[in-house]
């Protein structure tokens, strides 16, 4: 397979275009990889709907994969532990994911926003 642009795995928990801050930098991250390479961006989907409008407006190549925790976690997580444990466990599961995509297809750069 003759590939002419890198695959890149992108871990942004925050991720929002158009946002500052944390969620900012995740999107400016994102959006700025795919100018060079295939991205797959890995992020909660709270904006889920802004991100995929995003893409496809601009016609970018990011591939978005969508990590949650489920609710009811959530919720007791955070009235016990707080969130550190939620964004612990957020990067557990997407270890598990990129383990995953790792299998499935050859992926040149891995990084953590």
């Given at each position: 397979m003759n590939r002419t642009r890198p695959k890149a795995i992108l871990i942004c928990y925050s991720c929002k275009p158009g946002a500052g801050s944390e969620r900012g930098v995740g999107w400016l991250w994102a959006k700025a990889a795919a100018t060079f390479a295939?991205?797959?961006?890995?992020?909660?989907?709270e904006f889920q709907s802004e991100i995929d409008a995003t893409i496809a407006e601009l016609d970018l190549s990011i591939t978005a994969h969508y990590i949650d925790i489920p609710r009811w976690i959530r919720i007791m997580l955070r009235h016990n532990v707080g969130d550190g444990i939620i964004y612990i466990i957020?990067?557990?599961i997407a270890g598990q994911m990129i383990r995953r995509l790792?299998?499935?297809?050859?992926?040149d750069i891995t990084h953590h926003v």
């Open positions: 295939d991205v797959i961006l890995l992020t909660e989907s957020w990067q557990i790792e299998r499935e297809q050859q992926i």
